[in-house]
Nanobody
């Protein structure tokens, strides 16, 4: 059973930065695509960023140039560096593995104006 545990969320002022982490409990982490989704109150869950096992990345237009997804296969951890945060980035952020095969419990990010 794969477990994904997110951390790093919190409250930050607009323009600030946060780094989310997601630790995976699986030995096959290095070959699995990883991703971050988010869900804001009253809105549908949306894809934020993905990274393949080989390190290729993809971003939602709304976060391009501000967010960076990365992974450390030795630590079985994926990161989401979020800079220049905006109030509209406020959401619960979820880590996923293998597309949407596995999900973490989510971590709250709140950006105040």
């Amino acid at each position: 059973q794969v477990q994904l545990v997110e951390s790093g969320g919190g409250l930050v002022q607009a323009g600030g930065s946060l780094r989310l982490s997601c630790a995976a409990s699986t030995t096959i982490f290095s070959i699995k695509p990883m991703g971050w989704y988010r869900q804001a109150p009253g809105k549908q869950r949306e894809l934020v960023a993905t990274i393949t096992g080989g390190g290729s990345t993809n971003y939602a237009d709304s976060v391009k140039g501000r967010f960076t997804i990365s992974r450390d296969n030795a630590k079985k951890t994926v990161y989401l560096q979020m800079n220049s945060l905006k109030p509209e980035d406020t959401a619960i952020y979820y880590c996923t593995m293998g597309g949407s095969d596995y999900w973490g419990q989510g971590t709250q990010v709140t950006v105040s104006s």
